[in-house]
Structure formats: structure tokens, C-alpha cells
């Protein structure tokens, strides 16, 4: 059977057509997807086709079919005659856009501490409670820990940086999650996220700014730090 939710798709309104139904082949790879972006399986994993078919619950066709479409991602290493591999994390790519992402979020955490509306802060206050109970449920914290940036992100009111950290923040996902597997980060994060909430309440630009530079440069120094040390499992 496919392991946890394929896609965080919003429900489908009473009017829209009928979603086709995902094949085989794509279920799989949302799948592998997930537990790949979540850590679950790690940067450098033997990807062995049999245990992926009885972890699945899908033939071998569809699980290799997923492979080349997970390495056309970047997120499966193919290799000649010998089973695939989770691709590995390079912090020669990854520390520029995390570069990126301090510059654009810790400017959107200004912006937003001056243009957030009520509405738009009480529904980060409701984030930051959800975090806060799913604290040990890796999936859920990842879902509501991208929303919760991208409301900071979406209430500075200004597209062009949105589409811009749109871009980046995506491509930081795996990353991102392998930092907060580390030992206390969420806890830590947890902290960090709840000083942000205040600042932006307090409508404190300059605090709200810092507050968010050192959070995304915290996750981008534990992300460097646990691959020079050696992911732990």
C-alpha cells in the first residue's frame, strides 16, 4: 500500500471536474517523494527495488518508472547496474539559496510587521498553535512550518519577492527538513517561530527583521553542520 497523503491539494470545488486518478507509476513517485522531502529516507539511501515494491505495494514497473522521474527532480541518483540512491545534499548548493531566502524572508518579516492585517495575525497566532501541537509529527510540522512562512512572506505585499521566494523556498524543502531532524531543532525552531509572532503583533519592523534573519540562518548552519558531521538516523 502507498505510504501517507500523496499531495497537499486543496479540496476540489462542487463545480470543478473530476481530478483524473493518479497512475500507478505517479503514486509511486509521490510516494518516494515524500518520504525523500521529509528525510525518511535519507540523502545517500540505497533505493533496493524489491523492498520499495513491498514498502509500496506496487509492482516493479511503476517503482522504477518513479525512479527516473524522481532523478529528473534531482531528488534519485541512477546508477549503471546498481541499485539507485537517495541523491545526496550539497552544501555548495544549498548555502547560496539559503543565502537568498535570510535576505528575502528577514525583508518580507519588516514588511509584515507593518502591513499584516488582524485577520492575517490571527491566523499566524492559529499556525503557530498547530506547530506547537505537532511538535513530534514531522509531517504535519512541515506542512504548517511552510505555511506559516509563506503568510509572512504573502503579507509583506509585495508579488515580485513572493514569486522570487517561492522559487527558492522550494527548492530548499528537503534541506530544510534534514536541519529540523536534528536533534532539538524543532524545539528550537519552535522558540524562534514564536519570538517572530510576537514582534510581528508588536508591530516591530527592525525585530520582526533580525528575529527572521536568525532563524533562517540557524536552519542553514544546522543543515551544514549534520552533513559535515554525517547525517544521523
Known amino acids: 500500500m502507498i505510504e501517507g497523503p500523496l499531495a497537499e491539494a486543496p479540496p476540489a470545488s462542487p463545480d470543478a471536474p473530476p481530478r483524473p486518478a493518479l497512475s500507478l507509476t505517479e503514486q509511486a513517485a509521490a510516494a518516494l517523494r515524500r518520504l525523500i522531502l521529509l528525510n525518511l529516507l535519507p540523502p545517500g539511501e540505497v533505493l533496493n527495488e524489491?523492498?520499495?515494491v513491498a514498502r509500496l505495494g506496487v509492482s516493479r514497473t511503476p517503482?522504477?518508472?518513479a525512479l527516473k522521474l524522481l532523478a529528473g527532480e534531482g531528488l534519485v541518483t541512477l546508477r549503471r547496474n546498481r541499485a539507485a540512491l537517495v541523491a545526496r545534499l550539497d552544501p555548495a548548493d544549498l548555502v547560496p539559496l539559503f543565502e537568498l531566502e535570510?535576505?528575502?524572508e528577514s525583508f518580507c518579516a519588516g514588511l509584515a510587521a507593518e502591513r499584516m492585517t488582524a485577520p492575517e495575525i490571527d491566523r499566524l497566532d492559529r499556525l503557530q498553535a498547530a506547530l506547537e501541537a505537532a511538535e513530534a509529527d514531522r509531517d504535519a510540522y512541515t506542512r504548517?512550518?511552510?505555511?506559516?512562512?509563506r503568510l509572512i512572506v504573502t503579507a509583506a505585499r509585495s508579488p515580485a519577492i513572493a514569486e522570487a521566494h517561492g522559487r527558492a523556498f522550494a527548492r530548499l524543502e528537503r534541506a530544510r527538513n534534514f536541519a529540523?531532524?536534528?536533534d532539538g531543532r524543532v524545539a528550537e525552531s519552535?522558540?524562534?517561530?514564536?519570538a517572530i509572532l510576537e514582534a510581528l503583533r508588536a508591530r516591530e519592523p527592525e525585530r520582526a527583521r533580525i528575529l527572521m534573519h536568525a532563524h533562517v540562518a540557524r536552519t542553514q548552519?544546522?543543515?551544514v553542520a549534520r552533513l559535515t558531521e554525517g547525517p544521523r538516523r
Open 50 to 52: 524489491p523492498d520499495l
Open 63 to 65: 517503482v522504477r518508472e
Open 180 to 182: 529540523l531532524a536534528a
Open 190 to 194: 519552535l522558540a524562534e517561530h514564536r
Open 144 to 149: 504548517l512550518n511552510r505555511q506559516t512562512h
Open 221 to 223: 548552519a544546522v543543515m
Open 102 to 104: 535570510v535576505a528575502l
